[in-house]
């Protein structure tokens, strides 16, 4: 049987706008002949010309970024102190790790337009058109679309969004973790602040997140490649990086098809 891995994740980028000012990646990178003489500094006396092939050095990259920066697996803790009507919400590093890996599914909601709000109905419809019953412990990806504006400032508005009673339509049924292609499982955060001014709802306000504190969950946002993977029949990946006491953590989110 033939193996084959998708890489669902995004590259972190050096000053990529699709996130906001504050939130953008900084990388600096150390070249192999800046890494020379930083190499004397654990190797004292050496000459960098003489000692080191090619007279250079190690590579090495400083990076200042977000938990949120990148693929990344949100908390319960990011949306709320409380989970699960009451209890204290998970941080990224008290995830438990068989919510990690299990049968992924993938929803394709790119018919939607951007802003749109997805119902427990809308979810509904699809499992059924799929005629695929869900079961406790599978990770549940949509595919919107908005990665494909991904490094441009257009991707913090494109893609529809999972609203609270989509979302518990997924967790009630056993669904532990989620996953999008957008910025935000959530709509785009510009229109919700929109509408709200508008309307003055605040139950519009991050609805998808906060149904965490009815029954925990963990979602990943900025995935990318899902429209390579089937519908249903692959195992999904996300372990978070461990940060201790953190709201979020990177991942390589990987796809595993078995042919």
Same mark, same amino acid.
């Given at each position: 049987?033939?193996?084959?891995?998708?890489?669902?994740?995004?590259?972190?980028?050096?000053?990529?706008?699709?996130?906001?000012?504050?939130?953008?990646?900084?990388?600096?990178?150390?070249?192999?002949?800046?890494?020379?003489?930083?190499? =004397?500094?654990?190797?004292?006396?050496?000459?960098?010309?003489?000692?080191?092939? #090619?007279?250079?050095?190690?590579?090495?990259?400083?990076?200042?970024?977000? !938990?949120?920066?990148? !693929?990344?697996?949100?908390?319960?803790?990011?949306?709320?102190? !409380?989970?699960?009507?009451?209890? /204290?919400?998970? !941080?990224?590093?008290?995830?438990?790790?068989?919510?990690?890996? #299990? /049968?992924?599914?993938?929803?394709?909601?790119?018919?939607? /337009?951007?802003?749109?709000?997805?119902?427990?109905?809308?979810?509904?419809?699809?499992?059924?058109?799929?005629?695929?019953?869900?079961?406790?412990?599978?990770?549940?990806?949509?595919?919107?679309?908005?990665?494909?504006?991904?490094?441009?400032?257009?991707?913090?508005?494109?893609?529809?969004?999972?609203?609270?009673?989509?979302?518990?339509?997924?967790?009630?049924?056993? =669904?532990? =973790?989620?996953?999008?292609?957008?910025?935000?499982?959530?709509?785009?955060?510009?229109?919700?602040?929109?509408?709200?001014?508008?309307?003055?709802?605040?139950?519009?306000?991050?609805?998808?997140?906060?149904?965490?504190?009815?029954? #925990?969950?963990?979602?990943?946002?900025?995935?990318?490649?899902?429209?390579?993977?089937?519908?249903?029949?692959?195992?999904?990946?996300?372990?978070?990086?461990?940060?201790?006491?953190?709201?979020?953590?990177?991942?390589?989110?990987?796809?595993?098809?078995?042919?």
């Amino acid at each position: 049987m033939a193996r084959r891995f998708i890489d669902l994740s995004i590259s972190i980028e050096n000053d990529l706008p699709s996130d906001p000012p504050l939130m953008i990646p900084k990388i600096m990178y150390i070249d192999h002949k800046a890494g020379a003489p930083s190499m =004397v500094e654990f190797f004292p006396g050496i000459d960098p010309e003489k000692d080191l092939p #090619g007279g250079v050095g190690w590579a090495v990259e400083f990076v200042t970024l977000s !938990t949120h920066s990148g !693929t990344h697996l949100d908390a319960p803790w990011h949306y709320h102190p !409380t989970m699960d009507k009451g209890k /204290p919400s998970l !941080t990224i590093d008290q995830i438990p790790l068989e919510w990690c890996m #299990g /049968p992924g599914v993938v929803l394709d909601f790119r018919h939607f /337009p951007d802003g749109y709000l997805v119902s427990a109905k809308d979810m509904e419809e699809a499992f059924n058109k799929m005629d695929y019953e869900l079961k406790e412990g599978d990770i549940v990806l949509v595919m919107t679309g908005a990665d494909k504006f991904w490094g441009k400032p257009e991707y913090l508005v494109k893609g529809c969004g999972m609203g609270r009673e989509a979302t518990l339509y997924l967790t009630e049924r056993g =669904v532990h =973790v989620t996953g999008t292609d957008a910025w935000s499982w959530d709509r785009p955060l510009p229109l919700i602040a929109k509408e709200y001014q508008e309307t003055k709802d605040a139950s519009i306000i991050w609805e998808g997140h906060f149904a965490s504190i009815e029954r #925990g969950y963990c979602h990943i946002e900025k995935l990318t490649n899902l429209d390579q993977l089937p519908p249903y029949g692959f195992t999904f990946f996300c372990f978070p990086i461990k940060v201790k006491g953190a709201s979020a953590g990177w991942i390589r989110a990987v796809a595993l098809i078995e042919e």
